[in-house]
């Protein structure tokens, strides 16, 4: 069973920074590590998402180029380093685990694929 906390969720003004954490109970080498996010009244939607095998990543059209995933092996923690946001991207913020044989980011990234999920973190950024 894999168990995931986020945390650095925050209020900040666009513009700004914020790197959230997810502290994963196992990280295998052939699991998928994905960030979601859901605002209210919408649907939950694929941010990032890193390949453990490789450390390869993709991202969603609306964060790339602003939004960075990374690891810390040694502290079993997936980061997402989000820049430049945008009143936008105000949602909360969900962690994902799976064995993941996908070989597209589309499917790495559509959260009916994971069964492991944290309990989520609260991101607003005001205008």
């Known amino acids: 069973q894999v168990q995931l906390v986020e945390s650095g969720g925050n209020s900040v003004q666009a513009g700004g920074s914020l790197r959230l954490s997810c502290a994963a109970s196992?990280?295998?080498?052939?699991?998928?590590m994905a960030w979601f996010r859901q605002a209210p009244g919408k649907e939950r939607e694929g941010v990032g998402v890193m390949y453990l095998i490789d450390g390869s990543t993709g991202y969603g059209d609306s964060v790339k180029g602003r939004f960075t995933i990374s690891r810390d092996n040694a502290k079993n923690t997936l980061y997402l380093q989000m820049n430049t946001l945008k009143p936008e991207d105000t949602a909360m913020y969900y962690c994902?685990?799976?064995?993941?044989?996908?070989?597209?980011?589309?499917?790495?990234?559509?959260?009916?694929?994971?069964?492991?999920w944290g309990q989520g973190t609260q991101v607003t950024v005001a205008s």
């Open positions: 994902a685990a799976e064995p993941c044989p996908w070989g597209d980011n589309v499917q790495a990234l559509a959260p009916h694929e994971y069964r492991y």
């Open positions: 196992i990280i295998y080498g052939r699991y998928c």
